[in-house]
C-alpha cells in the first residue's frame, strides 16, 4: 500500500487528537476493545495493516506517528494481571508491507504495561478497576520512575523496595524474608475482637445520626463478644448478632441496620471478606454500617507481613485500607455508594431516595425561627396555627406545598392560603431574617448538588418528595438549579479565588496561608468556601469529634483538628489531627494525646461566630492576654510548654477564662 504525505499526515492528526487510547511522543496506543469507537479513519488505516491472520490475538494495536507502522501487540494476561507482559510484537509497514516480528515469550526481562485503563474505553467493564490501581499506585509514587518501570525486572525492584504484591488488581504489603514462616501461620481471628466498655465508634455515630427510631431492628455481623448488641438492646431497640467464634449458633436474622464492624479488615482470605461484605449487606433491610482499619502502617514495628495486610503480634490478621481504597472496595463489591462518615467507616443505604435525603440532611443547617418583634391582636389570636407554619418556613426556606403541613385544613379555613397565613407572620417578624432562612436554604441546596457531581447526580424523579418542592420554590427548575451548583463547582479548583474569599472573611483567624474556624462557624461561610470543605467530607469524612477547620489556600488542603473541651478550657490541646489533601484526596491523620508538649489554642473567639454562646467569655480572655503581651511572641507560645513558662513568666494562672496574678 502506498502513502500519501497528506494522508499520513492526516492518520497523525486523528492519532494526536484521539481522546481514546494511550498518547506518546511518537505513537497512540488502543486496546483492540476500542478500536470500534476511534476515528473512522483510524479504522480504515487500521484494516489497511491486516496483511496476517497471526494478529488476530493481539490485545494491543500501536499507531506510530513518526513512520507508517502499525504494531500488534500481545498481552495474553491483560484483563487479570495489573501489569501483564508483552510476549510477541508484530509490526506492519504500511508503505512496503513488510513484516516484522518480536518475540518476548522467553525473555527474562520482558516490556510491561501500567494505567491500563488509558488503552481502554470508559464504558469497557474494568475501567474503574484499573482506573483505581493507577491511582493507588500514584498515591505511593510507585509511577513516578517512568524510565525504570517498563520492563518486569526493574518494576520488581521497586516493588521490592516499597515491600509492595498485589491481590488481583489490589495492593497488598509483602515481606519475602517471612515467607516460610507465613506459610506455617495459623490465623487466630477471634482474637481480634475486642471487650468494650461502650458502644463501638460505628454504632454510636449511627444513633447520634438519628438512624434509628423506636422501631428500628439492628443486627451485628461479627458481633464478637456482642458489647453492641447487648446496649443497642438496652437502648429499647430489637437487637440480635452472630459471630463465627463466639456466637456460631445464632440466627442470621435480617434487620433495618446492619453492622459490619471492623470484620473486612481482620479476614486474610480475600474471597471469604468479600462474601462478608456481600453476607451482611443481604440481610439489611435499610442501612448498612461498614468499617474497617485504615491509614495505620505497622511494619516497622516487626510484624511479619501477610496477603495484602500484616500479622500482629497477637497472632491476629489487620488488612489497612486507604479511606478512598475503602470506598471504592465497598462500592465495588455491593455495586452501590457508600456514604463516608468517618474515618473508616461508611454507610450503605438499601434505598436511593433515603441516601439521597441523607445527604442532604448533612447540609441542612439548624435556623432560628425569627424573633417577634410587635404585637398585633391577629398573630395572637392565632398564634396556634402560625406556629407550625413558621416552624416549617424556618426549616425549609419556602411556604409549604400542598398536603406537607399538618394543620393545613384548620390554617386554611381561616386564612385561605398559606401565602395570606404568612403576611401576618410578616407583621411581627423581620422580612429581612426570613428572607435569610431562603437565602441559606438556597445555598445549602447548591452545596448538595454540586456535590453529588462527583458521583451520579440524583435525577429528579429520585429525590426526595420535599426536596422537589424546595428546588421549585427556590430555583423555579430542577435544571436551573443544577446549572447554579455547576457553576460554583467549577470555582472550587481556583485557589486564589478560595485565597480572597478566606481573606476578606470576618469570621475565623487568619494565618499566613489559611484560615481556621471553629466547626459551629462553617454554615456561615461563603458558599464556595462550604463547598470547598464538602469537598473534603463528602469524600472522605469529616474526622470524629473535630471541632477546628483550617482552609489550606497556598495548596488544596482541609485540616480537622480536635481539641478536647473547647469550650471549658481557655487554651485546650491539640489531640488528633486528619488532613486531606484535595488534589489526590491522599488522608494523613496525626495523634497528639501522648505528646509532651502539643500544640495549644489561642484566639479562641476570632474562630466562632459572634451568636456563639461562649463568645463574650472567650473574646474577654484573648483582649486580657493581649493587653498583657502574653501574644505577642507567638512562636514561643503555640506549644503548651511555651505557653505555661510565659504564664509564669508574668505571675499568672489561669482559673476559668480568667487571669489571676499568683
Known amino acids: 500500500m502506498f502513502l500519501t504525505t497528506d494522508y499520513f499526515k492526516e492518520i497523525i492528526y486523528c492519532c494526536k487528537k484521539s481522546s481514546i487510547g494511550k498518547q506518546l511522543p511518537t505513537a497512540l496506543y488502543v486496546h483492540v476493545s476500542a478500536l470500534d469507537v476511534l476515528d473512522l479513519r483510524l479504522q480504515e488505516y487500521e484494516k489497511n495493516a491486516r496483511l496476517t491472520e497471526e494478529i488476530e490475538d493481539a490485545t494491543i494495536i500501536k499507531f506510530s506517528t513518526d513512520k ?174 452472630w459471630d463465627p467464634y463466639y456466637y456460631p449458633d445464632n440466627q442470621k436474622n435480617i434487620a433495618d441496620i446492619v453492622n459490619l464492624g471492623y470484620v473486612i479488615n481482620v479476614i486474610e482470605d480475600v474471597n471469604e471478606r468479600r462474601e462478608a461484605l456481600f453476607n451482611a449487606w443481604e440481610l439489611t433491610n ?144 423581620q422580612e429581612d431574617d426570613w428572607e435569610m432562612i431562603t437565602e441559606k436554604r438556597r445555598q445549602e441546596l447548591l452545596l448538595y448538588l454540586a456535590l453529588s457531581q462527583f458521583d451520579r447526580r440524583p435525577k429528579m424523579r429520585e429525590l426526595a418528595p420535599e426536596v422537589k418542592q424546595d428546588i421549585k420554590a427556590l430555583f423555579g427548575s430542577y435544571n436551573s438549579a443544577c446549572l447554579m451548583a455547576d457553576a460554583i463547582l467549577y470555582q472550587v479548583g481556583n485557589l486564589e479565588i478560595i485565597a480572597q474569599l478566606c481573606q476578606k472573611q470576618t469570621l475565623g483567624r487568619k494565618l499566613k496561608n489559611s484560615l481556621l474556624i471553629h466547626i459551629s462557624a462553617l454554615e456561615n461561610l461563603e458558599p464556595l468556601l462550604r463547598l470547598y470543605e464538602g469537598c473534603a467530607s463528602r469524600t472522605v469524612g469529616r474526622l470524629e469529634e473535630a471541632n477546628v477547620i483550617q482552609f489550606s489556600w497556598r495548596t488544596p488542603k482541609i485540616t480537622y483538628s480536635f481539641y478536647p473541651d473547647f469550650d471549658e478550657n481557655p487554651h485546650p490541646c491539640l489531640k488528633t489531627r486528619m488532613q486531606i489533601q484535595l488534589n489526590n484526596l491522599r488522608v494523613h491523620y496525626s495523634e497528639y494525646s501522648e505528646e509532651e508538649n502539643p500544640l495549644v489554642l489561642h484566639y479562641k473567639d476570632s474562630l466562632v461566630s459572634p451568636d456563639y454562646p461562649l463568645y463574650e467569655t472567650f473574646k474577654k480572655l484573648t483582649q486580657k492576654e493581649q493587653e498583657l503581651g502574653l501574644l505577642d511572641d507567638y512562636a514561643k507560645v503555640n506549644h503548651l510548654q511555651g505557653w505555661l513558662n510565659c504564664l509564669e513568666e508574668h505571675n499568672l494562672t489561669l482559673e476559668g477564662h480568667e487571669l489571676k496574678y499568683n
Open 286 to 429: 435499610k442501612v448498612l454500617i461498614v468499617s474497617a482499619q485504615v491509614l495505620i502502617d505497622d511494619r516497622d514495628r516487626g510484624v511479619i507481613a501477610y496477603g495484602d495486610g500484616i500479622i500482629t503480634n497477637r497472632n491476629t490478621f489487620q488488612k489497612y485500607y486507604e479511606q478512598e481504597e475503602l470506598k471504592f472496595y465497598i462500592d465495588q463489591v455491593l455495586d452501590v455508594d457508600s456514604i463516608p462518615i468517618s474515618l473508616g467507616i461508611y454507610l450503605v443505604f438499601r434505598d436511593d431516595i433515603e441516601a439521597q435525603i441523607f445527604r442532604a440532611s448533612r447540609f441542612h443547617s439548624r435556623a432560628k425561627t425569627p424573633r417577634l418583634i410587635t404585637k398585633v391582636r391577629r398573630f395572637e389570636d392565632y398564634e396556634h396555627l402560625l406556629k407550625p407554619l413558621m416552624e416549617f418556613y424556618t426549616k425549609r426556606g419556602r411556604l409549604p406545598a400542598k398536603g406537607e403541613l399538618k394543620n393545613e385544613i384548620e390554617l386554611k379555613e381561616e386564612f385561605r392560603t398559606f401565602r395570606q397565613a404568612f403576611k401576618v407572620i410578616l407583621q411581627v417578624t
Open 68 to 241: 507508517p507502522l502499525v504494531s500488534y501487540l500481545f498481552y495474553p494476561e491483560f484483563d487479570h494481571d495489573p501489569h501483564p507482559e508483552l510476549t510477541l510484537s508484530i509490526v506492519i509497514n504500511l508503505d512496503t508491507e513488510k513484516i516484522s516480528y518480536w518475540d518476548y515469550s522467553k525473555k527474562k526481562n520482558p516490556p510491561i504495561l501500567h494505567r491500563k485503563e488509558t488503552f481502554i474505553s470508559p464504558d469497557n467493564p474494568n475501567y474503574e478497576l484499573f482506573e483505581h490501581l493507577t491511582k493507588m499506585e500514584e498515591k505511593l509514587e510507585l509511577l513516578t520512575f517512568n524510565a525504570s518501570i517498563g520492563t518486569k525486572k526493574e518494576w520488581q525492584k521497586i516493588l521490592n523496595r516499597k515491600r509492595i504484591i498485589f491481590e488481583g488488581h489490589y495492593l497488598a504489603c509483602s515481606c519475602p524474608i517471612f515467607a516460610k514462616e507465613v506459610a506455617t501461620i495459623q490465623i487466630e481471628r477471634h482474637k481480634a475482637a475486642i471487650i468494650r466498655n461502650s458502644l463501638s465508634r460505628p454504632v454510636r455515630l449511627a444513633l447520634d445520626l438519628l438512624l434509628f427510631n423506636q422501631e428500628t431492628t439492628f443486627f451485628d455481623y461479627g458481633c464478637g463478644y456482642g458489647g453492641d448488641v447487648e446496649r443497642i438492646a438496652e437502648a429499647g431497640h430489637k437487637s440480635k448478632g
